[in-house]
């Protein structure tokens, strides 16, 4: 596009987490052409004011309502499961379907987001999740048999599939850039805040009658949606979709409101233009969506390659299977009783959830890639060691902590990187006419490889035992690793619309801008 805008990187500033920014950006091999000099003549654009941040912070937190929703569905049906298994009867093949459907079927909505997202805009498609999801939840809730409870589990997976696909993009799109990192990292936090209160919900309900708790804990799911319809009166519509509709003024409107300063506001309001094809610097004849991703330019295919890539091993290093099925692994473990199970995911969920803060702290300071290093090394030698302790040292009590510590760590250094970071870069790394589409991709691929771990990870540790099951999926997260180091470039800093700039050589798009041996120079400098 030949469009160089600011280096979004200013003097000293400070990140909606309170994190320094600083002035000069470290990494800068990809992109040449935004010099140091740059970064220091234009760091004025970017003071942000305390009310502005509270805007855009309170935009992030109402927009990720929905990731509430998936993560509480993932966290209560772990320790649900028990009861329906005891009061619907089901079989291990039936159990396996119903956890794994939600996910498989959450692609319907991921892909239908992209193009609902496009047509009737950011805000409303996450109010169409809402409703969706409450008519699916509100069925499983009274399911007086097996196939009733699976009529609200697709019902539910749909909703939550157009949830986890548009709010990133929305984020992405009215965050500034100094912040974006860290406020496109919401949905992940409130995925795992859904994920602890599903914990505690399955915790607190467990001694309710059997026909009667996993009921009240499905029911207690629908609570968020409701904040969501109130959320719809008080955040914007995404200024970038606004341009692509033409509605430039009201897209001038909420840049002002999430920019304080006039001058970047009309600068921002030009790169969205000519990103979009509707300024006057860019009049081309556009080809339809679809048919440009099914046939991608080079850097359009660079792209993709990053953005379906990250998050297919986002979910196939098995972060479902721990999660879903943390009371199963516990039990092989050795630990005993239903309480004792219960209490043991809660720890894994607090985990999790600590750790997704240090990842808004960090993911705007370190940058994408080192997180992505930190994370992806530690799954590989927590699974490894999981496995190891499964395998090897039987039900004692070395082989219960070790299991415990090896599953705990899994989360925490996947709740560092690969979590976030998976949908930060999905959601800026696309240009504005394909985003909502690509990203919708992006989270079908995601949606599918959980669903597959999911829905085989019983049959499959049955065949060669719960133990072989984390070797495999260490070995995964050990060609992770790789992927990061070849395909992933930082994208920290940038606007969305430099971003794309970076897809532009291949040879600097392969070699990225961080070298692994820089991960140990940051971490040893923090």
């Not at 499905?218 to 955040?235: C, H, T």
């Not at 860019?282 to 993709?304: C, D, I, Q, T, Y």
């Not at 395909?487 to 800093?493: A, D, L, R, W």
Request: overall charge negative; proline content about 3%; glycine content about 10%.
């Amino acid at each position: 596009m030949g469009l160089v805008g600011v280096q979004e990187n200013g003097n000293g500033e400070m990140g909606l987490s309170g994190v320094p920014l600083g002035s000069k950006n470290k990494y800068r091999r990809m992109d040449s052409e935004l010099t140091e000099e740059d970064d220091a003549s234009q760091s004025h654009h970017h003071h942000v004011s305390n009310s502005t941040k509270k805007y855009v912070f309170a935009c992030a937190v109402f927009a990720s309502l929905n990731s509430v929703l998936l993560g509480y569905d993932v966290g209560v049906m772990s320790g649900a499961i028990i009861f329906i298994q005891e009061d619907l009867k089901i079989t291990e093949v039936q159990e396996e379907v119903l956890v794994g459907s939600l996910s498989i079927v959450s692609l319907l909505g991921s892909l239908a987001g992209g193009r609902t997202s496009d047509v009737i805009g950011r805000k409303w498609t996450m109010g169409l999740a809402a409703v969706v999801f409450q008519t699916g939840a509100a069925i499983m809730t009274f399911a007086p048999s097996f196939q009733i409870l699976m009529v609200g589990r697709l019902l539910a997976g749909v909703g939550i599939g157009f949830g986890v696909m548009i709010a990133p993009v929305y984020i992405a799109e009215i965050s500034p850039t100094v912040a974006r990192g860290a406020l496109t990292s919401f949905p992940e936090i409130f995925i795992n805040l859904g994920i602890l209160l599903g914990y505690i919900s399955n915790y607190a309900f467990s001694s309710f009658p059997v026909h009667t708790n996993w009921r009240i804990m499905l029911a207690v799911g629908i609570l968020p949606s409701v904040f969501i319809g109130f959320a719809l009166f008080i955040i914007p519509e995404s200024p970038r979709w606004l341009v692509m509709k033409n509605r430039v003024e009201e897209a001038r409107s909420v840049l002002l409101k999430t920019n304080e300063n006039e001058s970047e506001v009309e600068e921002r309001l030009a790169e969205i233009q000519l990103a979009a094809g509707t300024g006057d610097a860019e009049n081309h004849e556009e080809k339809a969506v679809w048919r440009e991703l099914l046939k991608p330019s080079p850097s359009l295919r660079r792209m993709l390659v990053t953005g379906f890539g990250i998050q297919c091993f986002q979910q196939i290093t098995g972060i479902d299977a721990t999660v879903y099925y943390s009371p199963e692994i516990f039990k092989g473990a050795g630990i005993e009783g239903n309480s004792n199970l219960l209490a043991a995911t809660v720890a894994v969920g607090i985990t999790k959830t600590v750790f997704i803060l240090v990842a808004i702290f960090l993911i705007d300071k370190l940058g994408r890639k080192p997180l992505l290093y930190i994370s992806t090394i530690g799954m590989t030698v927590c699974l490894f060691s999981l496995g190891f302790a499964l395998t090897f040292l039987g039900s004692g009590n070395v082989g219960i902590a070790l299991a415990v510590l090896s599953v705990c760590g899994n989360v925490a250094f996947f709740s560092v990187g690969m979590g976030p970071i998976c949908w930060v870069l999905t959601s800026e790394i696309f240009p504005l006419r394909l985003r909502a589409q690509a990203a919708a991709l992006g989270a079908v691929g995601n949606r599918v490889c959980s669903g597959l771990v999911a829905m085989s990870f019983l049959s499959v540790s049955d065949a060669i035992t719960v133990g072989g099951t984390f070797f495999i999926f260490s070995v995964v997260s050990a060609l992770s690793v790789a992927f990061v180091y070849m395909f992933v470039p930082e994208t920290k800093g940038k606007s969305l619309e430099q971003i794309g700039l970076l897809f532009q050589n291949e040879h600097e798009w392969q070699r990225g801008e961080v070298e692994l041996g820089d991960v140990e120079h940051l971490v040893q400098k923090e």
